[in-house]
């Protein structure tokens, strides 16, 4: 059968809830809580018949912790990749943390407003691309296949629905994904098709 009839099944979910040590902007913070860590073997759970092939992971620990505990219990190996990580937010950078001054330039994001940037670091149109590059990589080598993507909550929930076909709705709040919440994307050459949003257990 040829790769362009085999489509690959990616499900890309958030990490687990977590804490974090730093006070200041950073991508490499975050551990899984007591929570996050239940959260992710729930999700290992809920995957269990799914035959899944492989997990894929952001690099940062929270994504990285989520993938092992997930890998471990399906018997499957990990593969991390720094283009799945949560959004650059540039000059924010080692600065005291501020959900107010993410949300400044997500909630743009969400609205709809990809051309909204972190002072030297991404934009929404930024994100998407990074998103699309890494998922196709994962897609050409898993046609066929099921795989779990690991990854952060503004990153994912804002490039699964503008790559998707089939997602025809504006951005709204409604697409974050909370933690060990999930997307399932069906990608088939360069089609790319949205089959679930939310909690695996969800309808």
Request: glycine fraction near 10%; charged fraction near 25%.
């Amino acid at each position: 059968m040829s790769s362009l009839m085999c489509p690959a099944t990616l499900v890309v979910a958030r990490h687990g809830d977590a804490e974090y040590v730093d006070t200041v902007f950073s991508d490499e913070g975050g551990t899984l809580t007591g929570t996050g860590r239940q959260q992710a073997a729930d999700l290992a759970a809920q995957l269990q018949d799914r035959r899944v092939a492989h997990v894929w992971c952001s690099d940062a620990a929270r994504a990285v912790q989520t993938a092992e505990i997930v890998a471990s219990r399906l018997g499957v190996a990990v593969t991390t990749r720094k283009s799945l990580r949560e959004v650059d937010v540039g000059e924010l950078g080692g600065q005291p943390f501020s959900g107010d001054a993410v949300r400044a330039v997500t909630d743009r994001w969400f609205r709809g407003d990809l051309a909204a940037a972190f002072p030297g670091g991404e934009n929404g149109h930024d994100v998407v691309a990074r998103y699309a590059d890494a998922l196709a990589e994962i897609a050409d080598l898993h046609r066929g296949e099921t795989v779990l993507v690991v990854g952060h909550e503004n990153a994912a929930s804002i490039s699964l629905p503008t790559l998707a076909r089939n997602a025809t709705e504006s951005l709204t709040e409604g697409h974050r994904l909370g933690n060990c919440d999930c997307a399932e994307l069906v990608v088939d050459a360069d089609d790319w098709v949205l089959t679930r949003w939310g909690d695996l257990t969800d309808g």
